[in-house]
């Protein structure tokens, strides 16, 4: 696929997270402050190897250093003493790989899906993940989201007294969500008398005969349902690669319930037949549990199903599509109405986007026409079928649809059925806490607020420090690269040159007053997440329309890595949160922990190709692995193998991030030359024993780490005279001739 190919690709999909963020528009506000500091960068090269003897001085001559006794502190100090001191293990210690139980951060599954799956996974996949490897790979974000998420959690459960409104809703939407005894009580009747407000059903009672459009109109712009087709916002990339940047309203196949297969010798979709019979009996349950009487409800869901299955038939995947010409096909809203007669389309597009006036003669950008003529007919042919006699299974298709978009707010006995079927599907994935869901639905509607309340907390001068000194000393690491020829050496310099790195936070910091109007008409009731979730449905009508007419600045509060929006290199506010990082610990902890991440990230994100460009990875990479060697041949367990380049690169951005971030640490200090003790332990002991805590989170990159990463202390230690105290674990380069790193 070609690079513009993955482009359009990424860009479809990024649309497709369905109005949840966008990058446009950030300004740069922060001045390149390493400009100012370069000249004192060098001379502080100079100095390093000064103040590491002055550490040294320090921490042998005054063990008095001030403790940091501050609650994070306090509670990071409890972290601290369960952990494991590298320099006190034994070599034996890191000759396995980051094994769960030396996790400080749990790695639970910090996904943004909503604990149940029918269709789901697609849906909504960290964007995030989409811009670090091109959506290539499923989001292993696991720890750094995890303790995004906790944090989040703690901001909704502490009331400090906040008498903002929005700040007050949002809240108040978590806490209903925590409420599932009230959401037991209700059971299916909150969702029963919605579809009564709808007009009724012919599956549990009485239909009154809906008109098809109006209904389907209704679907998209209160309830955020979209059952025959999907629409989201977006530009066309190949106007926006002529400099124009207009959004479109673009429509595409949907999301099915039923689980379809692509065959790529017919082209053409179909149910998969093994998943059929647990769908059955699922769609069965759920009309069970909406009170359908046992006699008629097999009837209803075997046209359900088999409705379903033929609008499958046209279903393909994005790159058939993109390599037949059919993505960002653009038609007039007549046009599309003459290619597919069934749908009103300007009377449900104005519904989606009520009160934007759109005209007939507006265009839209189409995915899969042939999906749209497909379900056109089909719905046409399902209209005039005799023996139904009327529309009751596209208006059964259009509920069970709305029941979907409203599973999270359904009562357990729907969330059970629900699991049943995704373990069926061979889905083992385990069951968030219910904590968890809730903080995830929250920042779906709330989160505006939620970015308000984060930015309030987070300590963004800090942050921006840490985040500027660990570039200069990046910088300033490049240096020593030698490269493989002075093209590419140029290329990656003037990209890191132009680079402007700095925290991600709102351009404006969000009034609350602003935010209290955005949410007025909201009324939320502690005890009924049912109707908070059905507003909460309907505010995203107002996000469709906003991200259509103007270009919201839109941050995206879960997303935990860097990444470089045109020159700026932006690092979330998701990434400086305890026990990563907090303003008041001892900066030792902040350096080792949010200094080393954020220097890694710096090197996988400027670097991706580096092991082709500069021998030293190579050189770097196998110098590792040879103490590696010679520790695991001590202790006893050869076993050699060669490193891939992956694995070489790897080792060679950890150890690399390690230096850098170390580096960082001792220039600040020579700033500021006092800093804070932690369980008694201070300056790079402390550095290094925050470092062992986070290095093995699992990263994208995570499996090309050939050992543990801990390890790369008993390395770095070999080589400078830095560390405190010797390890036990040590590698006594002059005996075994063994070159420093
Ligand atoms: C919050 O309460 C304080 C006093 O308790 C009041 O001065 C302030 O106007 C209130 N703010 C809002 C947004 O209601
Ligand atoms: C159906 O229509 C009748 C007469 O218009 C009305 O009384 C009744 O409430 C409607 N039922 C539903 C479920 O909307
Ligand atoms: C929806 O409206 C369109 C345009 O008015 C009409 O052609 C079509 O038959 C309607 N569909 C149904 C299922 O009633
Ligand atoms: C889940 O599946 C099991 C067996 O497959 C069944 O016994 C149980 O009743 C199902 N539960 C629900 C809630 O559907
Ligand atoms: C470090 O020293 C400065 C001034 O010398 C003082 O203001 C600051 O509080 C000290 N910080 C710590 C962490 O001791």
Redesign the pocket.
């Known amino acids: 696929m070609s690079e513009t190919e993955l482009e359009i690709l990424q860009q479809l999909e990024s649309d497709r997270q369905r109005l949840h963020m966008s990058y446009s528009n950030i300004e740069h506000r922060v001045k390149p402050v390493w400009m100012k500091y370069r000249l004192f960068f060098l001379v502080g090269c100079f100095l390093l190897a000064v103040v590491v003897g002055l550490i040294n001085y320090l921490s042998h001559h005054f063990h008095t250093v001030t403790p940091c006794l501050s609650p994070a502190c306090q509670w990071a100090s409890a972290h601290l003493s369960t952990s494991a001191d590298p320099f006190t293990q034994p070599c034996d210690y890191f000759l396995y790989t980051c094994g769960s139980d030396r996790l400080l951060l749990d790695s639970e599954r910090g996904q943004r899906s909503h604990g149940f799956t029918l269709h789901t996974e697609n849906q909504r996949k960290s964007v995030q993940s989409k811009q670090e490897d091109g959506g290539l790979t499923e989001d292993k974000t696991l720890s750094r989201k995890a303790v995004l998420l906790q944090y989040l959690k703690k901001i909704l459960e502490t009331d400090n007294g906040m008498?903002?409104?929005a700040v007050q809703k949002t809240k108040g939407f978590y806490h209903s969500c925590l409420d599932t005894q009230s959401i037991e009580t209700a059971g299916a009747d909150p969702f029963l008398t919605l579809i009564q407000k709808l007009g009724g059903w012919a599956v549990s009672g009485q239909w009154n005969q809906t008109d098809f459009n109006t209904t389907l109109g209704l679907l998209m712009r209160d309830y955020n349902t979209f059952p025959f087709f999907n629409i989201f916002v977006g530009k066309d990339p190949y106007e926006a690669a002529r400099g124009i940047n207009k959004r479109y309203i673009q429509i595409d196949q949907p999301d099915l319930l039923i689980p379809i297969e692509w065959n790529s010798q017919t082209e053409k979709s179909r149910a998969k037949t093994e998943t059929l019979r647990p769908f059955l009996a699922s769609c069965q349950k759920y009309l069970d549990l909406l009170g359908a009487p046992k006699s008629s409800s097999l009837i209803h869901v075997g046209s359900f199903v088999s409705l379903s299955s033929q609008l499958a038939v046209a279903f393909s995947p994005l790159e058939s599509r993109l390599s037949k010409g059919q993505l960002y096909q653009r038609m007039t809203i007549k046009a599309l109405q003459r290619q597919a007669p069934a749908i009103d389309w300007l009377g449900c597009l104005q519904a989606a986007f009520h009160p934007l006036p759109l005209s007939a003669d507006d265009d839209v950008l189409l995915h899969n026409l042939p999906y749209i003529v497909q379900m056109s007919n089909t719905i046409i042919k399902w209209l005039n079928k005799p023996e139904l006699s009327n529309s009751a299974p596209l208006h059964t298709f259009m509920v069970l649809n709305l029941l979907h978009t409203l599973m999270p707010a359904m009562d357990s006995r729907f969330f059970e059925t629900a699991k049943n079927f995704s373990m069926a599907l061979g889905n083992t994935e385990e069951e968030a806490p219910r904590w968890k869901h809730c903080v995830l639905e929250t920042e779906r509607g709330f989160d505006s607020v939620l970015t308000h309340l984060l930015s309030e907390v987070t300590a963004q001068k800090e942050a921006e420090k840490i985040i500027q000194s660990v570039f200069n000393s990046f910088k300033s690491k490049l240096h020593e690269l030698e490269w493989i020829d002075q093209t590419s050496r140029q290329l990656v310099m003037e990209k890191v040159d132009s680079a402007i790195p700095k925290l991600w936070t709102t351009k404006e910091p969000s009034s609350?007053a602003k935010l209290?109007l955005l949410f007025s008409e909201m009324t939320v009731s502690n005890q009924n997440f049912f109707s908070n979730y059905v507003q909460l449905l309907s505010l995203w009508q107002k996000k469709r329309i906003e991200l259509l007419i103007t270009q919201p600045e839109d941050i995206d509060i879960l997303s935990v890595r860097p990444f470089l929006f045109g020159k700026s290199l932006l690092f979330p506010m998701g990434m400086f949160v305890p026990p990563l990082f907090h303003p008041t610990y001892p900066r030792a902890m902040n350096y080792g922990a949010a200094g080393f991440l954020v220097a890694k990230d710096i090197l996988h994100l400027l670097l991706p190709d580096i092991s082709s460009q500069s021998k030293t990875v190579y050189a770097v990479g196998e110098c590792v692995w040879t103490h590696y060697l010679t520790v695991s041949e001590k202790a006893g367990r050869g076993g050699e193998f060669p490193l891939s380049a992956a694995q070489q690169q790897e080792v060679w951005v950890q150890y690399t991030a390690l230096q850098v971030a170390l580096q960082a640490y001792h220039q600040n200090l020579m700033q500021q030359p006092n800093d804070t003790s932690l369980s008694g332990i201070s300056y790079t002991r402390l550095f290094f024993r925050s470092f062992s805590q986070v290095n093995c989170e699992a990263d994208p990159y995570h499996d090309s780490m050939p050992f543990e990463p801990a390890f790369l202390i008993t390395v770095i230690c070999a080589k400078y005279n830095l560390c405190p105290t010797s390890p036990q674990c040590s590698i006594q380069t002059k005996q075994n001739s063994l070159q420093a790193c």
Do not use: A, V
């Open positions: 008498n903002s409104s609350e209290d």
